[in-house]
Each structure stands twice: as C-alpha cells, then as structure tokens.
C-alpha cells in the first residue's frame, strides 16, 4: 500500500481554500504546524510571532482563491525576512577608529539566555531526579567546560532527559546536545501554579502555554496570571536493571565473607601483582598488611571495594556481609521487601550509629517491620510499648544501620526536615516505587472521606518533591501545599479526582481499614478531576462543530451529556479530558484529539512574581 504523502502548510492552507474567508481560529490551527517547524530550527520568538501576524494581515477574513494562496504565502514570507533583515550599511572598519575599545557582539542562536535557576529539578531518562546544577557539576568532573565569553558549555554531556515532542504533544527522551551555565540575568521570575509548584526563570525563557485550542511557547516575561502551562501527566521512564547496592556502600568499610575462594584471590593477586604485599600496596588497600592477612586467614574476609574489583575476574562467593565486624547480614539485593523495609523506616523510622526503631501505634506497621527484619537480616527486632501506648521495634546490627545510612541516604538523628527519596529508588523499576508508595503511603498517609481527598503530610521539601516524581512514575498527578507553622514549614500532597483514587486502590495498601477507605472514597460523587480538565479548546471546538454541519444537540447525544454542558464548553468551560477525546473523534479533529491524548496537562498560573537575581549562574539544555 503506497505511504500517504505528508502535506505541507502550502498544501493544507490551500485545501482549505475556495473562494471563502478564513477565520482566525482556522488560521492559528494551520500556521502551528510552520510554528513548531520554525521553533525546532532556532528560529527566535519575535521572528516567528512576525511571520504570523504578516501572515495572519494578509489571508485572515479576506476573499481568496486556492490558486492565489500559495504565492501570498511566499510573498509574505519574503516581506516578512526582508524587513527583519534590512538595517543600514555603515563602513565597520571607520565605525571602530572612532570609538575604542569597539565591541562587536555575535548573536547566538534561539536559546541563548533562556535558563533556568540551578535548584531546578531536572528528572531523568533513568529515573532519577537531580537539581541541573547539579547535573552540570556532575558533568564538569568527567568533560571539558568551553568557555565563551562569561559563559560556560558543557557539550555532549551524558545524561538523558524528557522533552516534548510539539507535534504530539507526547514526552521522549533526549540526549542533550549541551548544558550550559550563564550568567544570570538582573531579573527573574517565579511562576507560581495552582497545584502548589513553582518554575523559576530567566524572563526570556519559554514556557507552553494554550490559546484557542492551539499550544503556544510564551516568554515567562510575557505571561500572567490566569494562563495556563502545561505540566507533564507522567514520567515514562524504561524499566531499569535493578541496581547493586553493593556500589552504594563501598566507601563505608564494609567487608565480606568470600569463604573457600579466598584461595583463588590469592592466587589471582600473586598472579598479577607477584606478591600479597605488592598488591596491597598497588590497591592502597585502607586496612595495614597484618590486619589485612589476619582477616583474610582467619575470618574470610576482604574489604568490599576488594569484592567488588575482583569478584568476576577471581569468580569470588559472597557468604555475608558485615561491617566493623557486627554480626553478618546476607547479600543484599535491591528487592521488592528491602524497599519497603527502607520506606518504612523513611516514614516512621529513627536511626543512629547503634540502632534502628521503627514507632507506630498501628500493630499491622510494626509487624510488617519485624517480618521484613527477619526475612531480610535473619534478625529478630526487640518490640515494647512505651508510656505513650507507642509500639516500638529495634534492631541493633551496624550492618543494616549502616546500609539504611549510606545505601539508602536515611540520615541518622532527627530526619523529618531533611530526608528524601533515596537516589537508587528513583533508579529503580516501577514494581519497587509501587511497593515503596505502597508502604510510605500506609504508614503516613490520612484519607479524608469528608475531604474527598488523600493527604501525605511531610516536613521535607526534598521529599514531597520526590514523592510527587514518583507518583508520575505511576501516572498520578498531585497538588502540593504548603504551611508556615511554629515547627517550620509544613509540606502537603493532595490526591483527589476518581482517576487517582483508582489509581490508589490498584496498589493496593496494607491494612482492611485503609483499601475499605479508599472503596468509600471512589465511589463518593462529584470527584472532579482538576488535573485532567482542559482549558482553551471551547472555539477550536466550535469551529469544527461547525465546519461539520453539526448542532450541539448533535454532539450532546454523541458523548451522552446535556446540551446545555455543551453550549458551557464552547463558552470556555474547561472540558474533561475522556469528553474532549470522544468529542474530537466523533468530529474527526487531530488537532483536538492530539491535546486530548497529550502527555500533558494544563495547570493555571496562581501568580507571578519579579525579584531582582540573588543568583550568580543560571543554567539551560541545548
């Protein structure tokens, strides 16, 4: 079957042509394909928005035939690239002897001066979730920076991001072709979303926003209250190899047992260094040669960057790992229990150097602790309940506080201000974020059924931030709030909307008590999907409504509501997302089904607030 060719913005336009007048509405939903051309090839703003409006002067509500249109449209074009490029000659070299020094400035291309602040979290093709000042640190200790000006490139850098495909609205993943550090400029702006997020940037960097049913990049300059921007509705990050956690713990003096092939480290070592002692000296090995040999002699046991470096190549056993000699623990795997063992101990944990509690007064909490201890550790907690009818359970092994420390970032003594979700979860696959959202949801979540809502309290910006990330792994929007109170800043995630519920019910939580609330709560009326309402598409909709003869009549019986709720969309009500898919099939519009099937949502702008930049560098992707 012969491919279907694809239709340029000369063929669609003149398709579109008899001898009738074309709308402003037709006229922005045909120029936005060129527009997305345009963007994607550097072309700056202000050159586009005057290509369209020279456009717009020329076929918007004038008479035209197809066979006129297509010369306009080069006409225009060429006006438009004349006019942009014509400035008076002047003679360069005279120019500089009058005024030293002379500066001539090389504008780059769309792009440059477009950033963002380096607290912004960048999340990434393989889960993770990192500030990108963070990223170009990273980078810097691995590539060269190129210097230009006051300004710094780092060019092929090795990460992965999401960005947005303007066709499809759908979200890929990329290979950045820099990152840049820039100086910032003596303004920013902080946009500030209704659900509770902010975005702060340089005023000339985009953002997308939404007028009449066709998406538009708008300078954060140029916005203001009441707009939209879109957020994206999920993360889809690949599933990941599941990470060695031994890696998280090298740097920890850690040691392992290897057993019986000791024997064949030993003859590997002499093999290549030609003595135990010249190899101990080669790998700067931390502990003294004595002790070294003592422990490998008499208890089996090497340090674990030692296991690490040779366990392939000298086809070393792993019979238990310890840590300043505590009592061995087994080899421990990224699983699905070990997760929820951590998220437990991340909601309702405490640790030091010499123990690990877990306090609740939910009995099915602590002894999903005390299960998951002896499954995972071969320990049995100590578990009592203190003065305050709290249920408490220990454990005392340096092997497992110190895995909780430094494999999963717990931080010892009061966390609730400072914990996060710990890097290897981000990096880990959907089936353990289920099981960590699982357990940290039970153990700290409450499901308002007055509310219609369920609340995750948290005091760590780093972990609401990280929970609302891992919620989009599983195609969960949040809102986010927060609350000045006299213990410091209180953080709020809220789920609402039947979606969400659902979503919630699917996981599944612990305890009878808490899946017969959820029941309750998807089956309460009104649950409205703030999230998932599309704003600005009510003349694009009416347009094609009307392009295809149909009454709204015609369109209520279609999707199965009232006339009336019809008539509201057109007004500008925002529209359900599930509506305006059936909407945009039944009329047959891939303009309104593209936003409906977007990976996309539309959150409204709160506020907006200029301050002058306490920043020194501003950061971006090219």
């Not at 405490?350 to 939910?362: M, R």
């Not at 092997?399 to 979700?421: C, T, W």
């Not at 089936?431 to 308002?448: C, Q, V």
């Not at 599983?474 to 410091?488: A, M, P, V």
């Amino acid at each position: 079957e012969p491919k279907e060719e694809k239709k340029g913005f000369f063929a669609k336009f003149a398709e579109v042509v008899t001898t009738k007048k074309i709308s402003g509405s037709q006229f922005d939903e045909l120029f936005w394909e060129l527009e997305v051309e345009l963007l994607e090839n550097n072309v700056a703003f202000e050159v586009i928005e005057k290509i369209k409006q020279d456009l717009k002067a020329k076929l918007v509500d004038v008479p035209l035939k197809r066979t006129q249109v297509e010369k306009i449209i080069e006409d225009s074009l060429r006006e438009s690239i004349s006019e942009i490029l014509d400035f008076p000659t002047f003679d360069l070299v005279q120019k500089a002897k009058e005024k030293k020094p002379y500066v001539i400035v090389f504008i780059g291309v769309n792009g440059s001066g477009k950033c963002v602040t380096g607290d912004t979290l960048i999340p990434l093709g393989n889960g993770d979730l990192k500030s990108i000042q963070e990223l170009y640190e990273t980078q810097l200790r691995k590539e060269k920076e190129n210097i230009i000006g006051s300004d710094k490139y780092i060019y092929d850098p090795d990460i992965e991001i999401f960005s947005l495909d303007n066709r499809s609205l759908q979200l890929i993943k990329t290979k950045p072709y820099a990152i840049c550090k820039l100086k910032a400029p003596e303004y920013l702006y902080t946009i500030h979303l209704e659900n509770g997020q902010e975005v702060k940037a340089t005023p000339e960097h985009p953002l997308l926003s939404i007028k009449n049913g066709t998406p538009i990049w708008i300078k954060s300059e140029d916005l203001s209250p009441e707009d939209y921007i879109a957020i994206p509705r999920k993360l889809p990050c690949h599933e990941n190899p599941i990470p060695d956690l031994l890696y998280y713990l090298k740097v920890q003096r850690f040691f392992i047992r290897i057993g019986p092939s000791f024997e064949k480290l030993r003859n590997y070592l002499i093999k290549e260094y030609g003595t135990l002692v010249q190899a101990h000296k080669a790998l700067a090995i931390k502990q003294s040669y004595v002790t070294f040999i003592a422990d490998w002699r008499r208890k089996q046991t090497i340090p674990l960057e030692l296991y690490l470096l040779f366990r392939e190549k000298a086809e070393l056993q792993f019979f238990g790992l310890n840590h300043y000699g505590s009592k061995e623990i087994p080899y421990p795997m990224l699983s699905i229990e070990l997760v929820e063992y951590v998220s437990l101990v991340l909601a309702e944990g405490h640790l030091n150097k010499s123990v690990v509690e877990v306090t609740n007064k939910n009995p099915i909490i602590i002894q999903r602790f005390i299960y998951l201890s002896k499954k995972l550790f071969n320990i049995q907690p100590s578990t009592f309940v203190d003065s305050r009818e709290l249920i408490r359970s220990r454990i005392y092994n340096r092997a497992v506080i110190f895995l909780l420390y430094k494999g999963f970032e717990v931080p010892f003594g009061k966390k609730s201000a400072i914990i996060k979700i710990p890097d290897i979860i981000f990096q880990s696959s959907n089936e353990h974020i289920r099981k960590f959202l699982i357990s940290y949801i039970e153990a700290e979540a409450h499901i308002h059924l007055d509310k219609r809502t369920v609340e995750i309290p948290t005091s760590s910006k780093a972990m609401a931030t990280g929970l609302i990330n891992l919620l989009l792994r599983l195609w969960i929007l949040s809102t986010l709030t927060e609350k000045q109170t006299d213990f410091g800043i209180s953080y709020r995630i809220f789920l609402n909307g039947y979606s969400k519920i659902e979503k919630l019910r699917e996981l599944g939580l612990y305890t009878n008590k808490s899946n017969a609330k959820l029941d309750s709560l998807s089956n309460l009326p009104s649950q409205f999907e703030t999230t998932e309402l599309i704003p600005e598409c009510g003349n694009l909709f009416k347009l094609k409504r009307t392009e295809n003869q149909m009454f709204q009549k015609d369109i209520a019986q279609e999707i199965g509501c009232s006339r009336a709720l019809i008539s509201c969309y057109e007004s500008g009500t925002r529209m359900p997302r599930e509506k305006l898919l059936s909407i945009a099939n039944y009329l047959d519009s891939k303009s309104l089904k593209t936003i409906a099937e977007s990976e996309i949502s539309w959150d409204k702008i709160k506020n907006i607030e200029k301050r002058r930049s306490e920043e020194e560098w501003v950061y971006d992707f090219s």
